[in-house]
Structure formats: structure tokens, C-alpha cells
């Protein structure tokens, strides 16, 4: 694995990605679709491993849907079974490794014994500082701020709150993700252009980067021409080249 030409003083805080691929990757090979999704773990295995070498500190995972309960209940039982498996097998190397696991969306939802894995494993890795993984479960990006506005009418309500005491940073300290930066990367794979119903309030200023590699055939190589091309992108913000020039001129100490 070739790191030349990535500059690690300019890597993502936060990179998000929706794994996308699988069934068809099985297709193309005459395999069954769960075996697509049993090989796409070690695509996850390789970017929690790259993220964590680099040092990026969060890394979004897009697991499962709250569009995917619709799937053949075979195909979802078998998805429930491996991210249970996953979990097991993964705890012990998440605890050695200093990466804590949160889980975001209607995991209520998911089957009691996935779920009394997940918390457990979510407990055991609590206190660990070197990274956060974050599995989007059972998540929808709409179903995330409908429950935003409810906490935040609940507490308007109350009298926690006034209606003009409302602003973006409240807003985001109110979605489920509102412990952590915005994703400053969103990788998709499969070559789909959608964002398929995942952070809709996190990333208005997000670098989107789309492959034609299906997930499981996303591995290191795949991990690194997306953080490459992240770091040649002009992230401006709205501001004009200018401005993010004079910016940069300043931060470094210039006159």
C-alpha cells in the first residue's frame, strides 16, 4: 500500500460511507446476495483499519436502512445475522485498538439479540479516544430530523426553549449525530448517483465522491484515491478562491 502524496496534515475529521454494491456484486459472480454481504465485511474491516492507521477520527458507516426492512426477510435475516457476528468478532479488536462504536437510527427496531450485542458492545467501547465508528442502522436521514423537530417542539413547549432561541448549532446538537463534526467526506460506491435517504442535514458542505467500485471490491487502494481526491479538491465554502486564500495565508502566519 502506497501512502505517497497523501498529506496527513490535511486528511478528513470525518469520512462517511454508503456501502452500496453488495447484491450486485453477487450477481455478476453468480453468487447468492448474502454472499455479497458476507464479503463486504472485509471492505469494512479495511477501511476501519486504514481509517485508524491515518488517524482520521470518525469514520460513518451506512449499514442498514430503514428502506432495507423491505428487502426479502431471508436477505434481511441473514444481514441481521452477520452484523451480529460482526460485532462479536470485532468487540475484543475495538477495545485493543482505542475505537469507540456508536450506533445511530431506529435500533429499536432491530432483533433482540442483535440488539443486546450492539449495546454491549457500544458499553464496552465507550470510553475509548483513538477513533469513532459510527454504524448508521436502521437509519433514514429524514426519519433523523422529524425526531430533531419533535425534541426540539417538545422543549419549546416545556419552556426549555424560546422559538427565536433556535438556530443551526442548536439544530445540530439535536440530531443523533450532534456529538460529532460533520462529515467532512461522503463516499458512495457502486457508481449511484443518490444520496439514498443518509445525513440530509449533515452534509450541506460535504466532498462527494462517487466510485464505480462495487463494496466489495472496496479495499485500501479504493480507500486512498477517495482521500487523494478529497485533498485536491478547493473547499471554499461559499466563500470566493480569494477569500479561502487569504484565509489559508493567515492561518499560516502571514502578513
Aim: hydrophobic share 35%.
Amino acid at each position: 500500500m502506497n501512502l505517497n502524496g497523501l498529506d496527513k496534515s490535511r486528511l478528513p475529521r470525518h469520512v462517511a460511507i454508503i456501502m452500496d454494491g453488495n447484491g450486485r456484486w453477487a450477481r455478476l459472480r453468480g453468487k447468492s446476495r448474502i454472499e455479497g454481504h458476507r464479503r463486504g465485511r472485509a471492505s469494512v474491516r479495511a477501511v476501519v483499519e486504514l481509517s485508524r492507521r491515518l488517524g482520521i477520527p470518525c469514520l460513518s458507516l451506512y449499514a442498514f436502512s430503514t428502506e432495507n426492512w423491505l428487502r426479502p426477510k431471508d436477505e434481511v435475516h441473514a444481514l441481521m445475522s452477520l452484523l451480529e457476528h460482526y460485532l462479536e468478532a470485532e468487540q475484543p479488536k475495538m477495545v485493543r485498538h482505542g475505537i469507540r462504536l456508536m450506533a445511530i437510527g431506529e435500533k429499536e427496531r432491530l432483533p433482540p439479540a442483535v440488539l443486546r450485542t450492539l449495546e454491549h458492545a457500544e458499553r464496552a467501547t465507550r470510553d475509548n479516544m483513538g477513533m469513532t465508528v459510527l454504524l448508521a442502522l436502521s437509519y433514514s436521514g429524514r426519519n433523523d430530523i422529524v425526531k430533531m423537530v419533535q425534541t426540539m417542539a417538545r422543549k419549546v413547549q416545556e419552556g426549555t426553549y424560546k422559538v427565536e432561541d433556535i438556530d443551526e448549532a442548536m439544530v445540530s446538537a439535536h440530531m443523533e449525530t450532534g456529538s460529532i463534526p460533520d462529515p467532512d467526506l461522503l463516499i458512495r460506491t457502486s457508481g449511484e448517483m443518490r444520496i439514498s435517504n443518509f445525513y440530509l442535514w449533515q452534509i450541506p458542505y460535504t466532498e462527494i465522491y462517487v466510485t464505480p467500485t462495487l463494496w466489495p471490491d472496496f479495499r485500501e487502494r479504493e480507500y486512498l484515491q477517495a482521500l487523494l481526491e478529497y485533498q485536491r479538491r478547493h473547499r471554499r465554502f461559499g466563500r470566493t478562491d480569494e477569500q479561502v486564500n487569504q484565509s489559508l495565508h493567515t492561518a499560516k502566519g502571514g502578513r
